[in-house]
C-alpha cells in the first residue's frame, strides 16, 4: 500500500527564514512519481513539481529545491528566504503506475510566513 | 488562458438530489481527475480519466459516476447526494508526458443537507 506521511502538522517562520517541509513515502513499487503542491488560503491548487523514482537529482527552481532520497524514501522541498506569500498549506504526494498513475496525498504541511 | 475551470462555484443539495459538475480544460490534455478534498486531509481522487471515451475508479469512487465524452470535457454526477458527499471539489488535467504540466480548477464548494 501507498503511503505518505507529512509528519509537520503546521510551520511558523519569520520572513527571510529558511525552510524545509519533510515527506516521508512508503511504495513497494519501483516506478512512481513525486509530487508537491502548494494551496494558499485563497484554495487553489498549484502544481509545483514532479520528480520520476528514477531520477534522484535534486531540482531547484528560484527560492524553491527538491531534495529526494530513495534510501530515506524522502522527498523533501525547501524554501529559502522565505516570504509571506509563501504562506499556503503544501501537500507532497505520490503517484503509482496503474492507468495515469493513481495518486496519494500527504495530510500536508500549514507553512506561515511572518513578516 | 482559461486553463481549467468548473462549474458550478458553490451548491447546496438536499440528502437524495441529483447534480453534475462540470469540468472543462483547453489544453488539450489527455488526462483528467476529480478530488474531493475534506478538512484536514489531503486530496482523494475518485475517478479519472486517460483520454476522450475512457473512465476509472479513484480511490473514493463509491457514490460518483462520470463521463468523458468529449477531450475538454469531464463530468461528475452524485446520482442520490449523501451529508458524507459535502466536500470540495477539485477537477484537474495534465498532459501526462513531457514536457509535464498539471492545472487544477477553482474548486466546487458542495453541502449536502
Same mark, same amino acid.
Given at each position: 500500500?501507498?503511503?505518505?506521511? @507529512?509528519?509537520?502538522?503546521?510551520?511558523?517562520?519569520?520572513?527571510?527564514?529558511?525552510?524545509?517541509?519533510?515527506?516521508?513515502?512508503?511504495?513497494?513499487?519501483?516506478?512512481?512519481?513525486?509530487? $508537491?503542491?502548494?494551496?494558499? *488560503?485563497? !484554495?487553489?491548487?498549484?502544481?509545483?513539481?514532479?520528480?520520476?523514482? =528514477?531520477?534522484?537529482?535534486?531540482?531547484?527552481?528560484?527560492?524553491?529545491? $527538491?531534495?529526494?532520497?530513495?534510501?530515506?524514501?524522502? =522527498?523533501? =522541498?525547501?524554501?529559502?528566504? #522565505? /516570504?509571506?506569500?509563501?504562506?499556503?498549506?503544501?501537500?507532497?504526494?505520490?503517484?503509482?503506475? !496503474?492507468?495515469?498513475?493513481? *495518486?496519494? =496525498?500527504? +495530510?500536508?504541511?500549514?507553512?506561515?510566513?511572518?513578516? | 488562458?482559461?486553463?481549467?475551470? /468548473?462549474?458550478?462555484?458553490?451548491?447546496?443539495?438536499?440528502?437524495?438530489?441529483?447534480?453534475?459538475?462540470?469540468?472543462? @480544460?483547453?489544453?488539450?490534455?489527455?488526462?483528467?481527475? $476529480?478530488?474531493? /478534498?475534506?478538512?484536514?486531509?489531503?486530496? +482523494?481522487?475518485?475517478?479519472?480519466?486517460? !483520454?476522450?471515451?475512457?473512465?476509472?475508479?479513484?480511490?473514493?469512487?463509491?457514490?460518483?459516476?462520470? #463521463?468523458?465524452?468529449?477531450?475538454?470535457?469531464?463530468?461528475?454526477?452524485?446520482?442520490?447526494?449523501?451529508? #458524507?458527499?459535502?466536500?470540495?471539489?477539485?477537477?484537474? #488535467?495534465?498532459?501526462? !508526458?513531457? *514536457?509535464?504540466?498539471?492545472?487544477?480548477? *477553482?474548486?466546487?464548494?458542495?453541502?449536502?443537507?
Amino acid at each position: 500500500a501507498q503511503k505518505v506521511t @507529512q509528519a509537520q502538522t503546521e510551520i511558523s517562520v519569520v520572513e527571510k527564514e529558511d525552510v524545509t517541509l519533510d515527506c516521508v513515502y512508503e511504495t513497494r513499487d519501483t516506478t512512481y512519481y513525486l509530487f $508537491w503542491y502548494k494551496q494558499p *488560503p485563497s !484554495g487553489e491548487l498549484v502544481f509545483l513539481i514532479r520528480r520520476n523514482s =528514477f531520477d534522484e537529482q535534486n531540482e531547484i527552481s528560484g527560492r524553491y529545491s $527538491w531534495n529526494f532520497q530513495k534510501s530515506t524514501s524522502s =522527498f523533501n =522541498f525547501t524554501i529559502t528566504a #522565505s /516570504q509571506v506569500v509563501d504562506s499556503a498549506v503544501y501537500f507532497c504526494a505520490l503517484s503509482e503506475p !496503474g492507468g495515469s498513475y493513481i *495518486p496519494t =496525498f500527504g +495530510r500536508g504541511t500549514s507553512l506561515i510566513v511572518h513578516p | 488562458n482559461a486553463g481549467v475551470t /468548473q462549474t458550478p462555484k458553490f451548491r447546496v443539495l438536499k440528502t437524495g438530489q441529483s447534480m453534475t459538475l462540470l469540468c472543462a @480544460q483547453d489544453m488539450n490534455h489527455e488526462y483528467m481527475y $476529480w478530488y474531493r /478534498q475534506d478538512p484536514g486531509m489531503g486530496l +482523494r481522487l475518485i475517478h479519472y480519466s486517460v !483520454g476522450e471515451g475512457t473512465t476509472a475508479k479513484g480511490k473514493v469512487p463509491d457514490g460518483y459516476n462520470v #463521463s468523458r465524452l468529449k477531450k475538454q470535457n469531464f463530468l461528475l454526477g452524485l446520482e442520490s447526494a449523501a451529508p #458524507s458527499q459535502t466536500s470540495v471539489y477539485f477537477c484537474a #488535467s495534465d498532459s501526462g !508526458g513531457l *514536457p509535464y504540466e498539471q492545472y487544477f480548477g *477553482p474548486g466546487t464548494r458542495l453541502t449536502v443537507t
